[in-house]
């Protein structure tokens, strides 16, 4: 019933990252079936799994929300009145 991933294990050298794949394999499926670490939670977009992830969309959404507000009356002036 289950895939034979002992040659994945037998040949992956670095433990630490094996551990890491089979961390967000897992968040992954908690995910989709909205168990597990997203019990009660929207299903996102977007999932970003590492921990330097966290830092790189908080940067873009920074970067993004000053380009808006830098950009505010443009945005605004562009709308279309009937």
Do not use: Q
Not at 2 to 9: H, L
Not at 31 to 57: C, F, H, N, Q, W
């Amino acid at each position: 019933m289950f895939p034979d991933f002992s040659s994945y294990i037998a040949n992956h050298n670095d433990k630490t990252t094996l551990y890491l794949d089979i961390l967000n394999s897992v968040n992954i499926v908690d995910v989709l079936t909205g168990t597990g670490v997203a019990s009660g939670k929207e299903m996102p977009l977007r999932l970003p799994l590492r921990r330097d992830s966290y830092t790189t969309v908080k940067e873009t959404c920074y970067k993004t929300r000053k380009l808006l507000e830098e950009w505010k009356g443009s945005i605004h002036n562009t709308n279309h009145t009937e």
